[in-house]
């Protein structure tokens, strides 16, 4: 049996751990170094209440898409206002789309009634 380590036979566990963590630090390539920052203690306050300000408008976000009866009342606003809107542009439109959706609830029903009766 044959040992390559550099470590001797009766050395301590870990001295050869410790030595290939050492080679291996060797060959990193050096940390960059850190940026100076030059923002003024003013601007960096500025800085913190607009990162505050966003943090604040996400969490909003992710709070209205997980909030279901919400989304629901804003879906259910939206569809009223695109009605209210239809309505006063161009009613007929609006009579037209009534007359179509119960001519289809009508044939529906008629359709179930002839199937049941045979």
Do not use: C, Y
């Amino acid at each position: 049996m044959s040992n390559n380590s550099d470590a001797p036979l009766d050395a301590p566990l870990g001295v050869a751990s410790k030595s290939a963590a050492a080679g291996l630090k060797k060959n990193q390539p050096p940390l960059p170094e850190k940026p100076i920052d030059t923002r003024t203690r003013d601007q960096i306050k500025l800085d913190v209440v607009k990162n505050r300000q966003d943090l604040s408008d996400t969490l909003d976000a992710i709070e209205f898409k997980l909030n279901i009866p919400k989304q629901a009342r804003f879906a259910l606003h939206r569809v009223s206002a695109k009605f209210e809107e239809l309505r006063q542009e161009n009613p007929a439109v609006l009579v037209a789309g009534a007359a179509a959706a119960a001519a289809v609830v009508g044939g529906a029903v008629w359709l179930t009634i002839r199937a049941v009766r045979r």
